[in-house]
């Protein structure tokens, strides 16, 4: 069973830096791109950026380049979604999902990981 | 960018109705077009994938129609489960978009 599961809550202050993760199993993680997405409270859905954990190959969306850093460790089939100043705009549920073998959608997701940045 | 355009934002309906939402992408994108439903606290989930092709497990009331720059989801009968935001995600070209999503509440 394909399975992603992302780190838990956390409650950050302005201009610390963060660092959060979503872990694959049942299937070949070197081989699917994983997505990160952003949701801000009561809002719709913002493609953050993909990553392939095969080769590290990373592209990102415009309106997150520069704001954020994806990562994968591919020997412990794990991505990673990191900031390095957080601010409280960048409070928000992040999700990471596989990629479909040959087009990009995304057909598993992780359980999601709420960032809460306040002072 | 590719901006998609869904609507209508919120619709309601009640239980055996049946329900259309749609999608307008700023340009065309053939068919590369993909449907999710994310009902509150949970992440969401695929519906129907390259416009029309209907995700493995998804109950066959739900189905996807267009190209180009307009697209459907249709649920043909609404059923109190289907109650959540649906939102449509463009693939033709980087980056990938959503539409601004559309709640259906049952009446």
């Given at each position: 069973?394909v399975?992603?599961?992302?780190?838990?809550?956390?409650?950050?202050?302005?201009?610390?830096?963060?660092?959060?993760?979503?872990?694959?199993?049942?299937?070949?993680?070197?081989?699917?791109?994983?997505?990160?997405?952003?949701?801000?409270?009561?809002?719709?859905?913002?493609?953050?950026?993909?990553?392939?954990?095969?080769?590290?190959?990373?592209?990102?969306?415009?309106?997150?380049?520069?704001?954020?850093?994806?990562?994968?460790?591919?020997?412990?089939?794990?991505?990673?979604?990191?900031?390095?100043?957080?601010?409280?705009?960048?409070?928000?549920?992040?999700?990471?999902?596989r990629?479909?073998?040959?087009?990009?959608?995304?057909e598993y997701w992780?359980?999601?990981?709420?960032?809460?940045?306040?002072? | 960018?590719?901006?998609?355009?869904?609507?209508?934002?919120?619709?309601?309906?009640?239980?055996?109705?049946?329900?259309?939402?749609?999608?307008?992408?700023?340009?065309?994108?053939?068919?590369?077009?993909?449907?999710?439903?994310?009902?509150?606290?949970?992440?969401?989930?695929?519906?129907?994938?390259?416009?029309?092709?209907?995700?493995?497990?998804?109950?066959?009331?739900?189905?996807?129609?267009?190209?180009?720059?307009?697209?459907?989801?249709?649920?043909?009968?609404?059923?109190?489960?289907?109650?959540?935001?649906?939102?449509?995600?463009?693939?033709?070209?980087?980056?990938?978009?959503?539409?601004?999503?559309?709640?259906?509440?049952?009446?």
């Amino acid at each position: 069973e394909v399975q992603l599961v992302q780190s838990g809550a956390e409650v950050k202050k302005p201009g610390e830096s963060l660092k959060i993760s979503c872990k694959g199993s049942g299937y070949s993680f070197t081989n699917y791109w994983i997505v990160w997405v952003r949701q801000m409270p009561g809002k719709g859905l913002e493609w953050m950026g993909i990553i392939y954990p095969g080769d590290s190959d990373t592209r990102y969306s415009p309106s997150f380049q520069g704001q954020v850093t994806i990562s994968a460790d591919r020997s412990i089939n794990t991505a990673y979604l990191q900031w390095s100043s957080l601010k409280a705009s960048d409070t928000a549920m992040y999700y990471c999902a596989r990629r479909a073998a040959v087009a990009e959608y995304f057909e598993y997701w992780g359980q999601g990981t709420l960032v809460s940045v306040s002072s | 960018d590719i901006q998609m355009t869904q609507s209508p934002s919120t619709l309601s309906a009640s239980v055996g109705d049946r329900v259309t939402i749609t999608c307008r992408a700023s340009q065309s994108i053939s068919t590369w077009l993909a449907w999710y439903q994310q009902k509150p606290g949970k992440a969401p989930n695929l519906l129907i994938y390259k416009a029309s092709s209907l995700e493995s497990g998804v109950p066959s009331r739900f189905s996807g129609s267009g190209s180009g720059t307009e697209f459907t989801l249709t649920i043909s009968s609404l059923q109190a489960d289907d109650s959540a935001t649906y939102y449509c995600q463009q693939y033709n070209s980087y980056p990938l978009t959503f539409g601004g999503g559309t709640k259906v509440e049952i009446k």
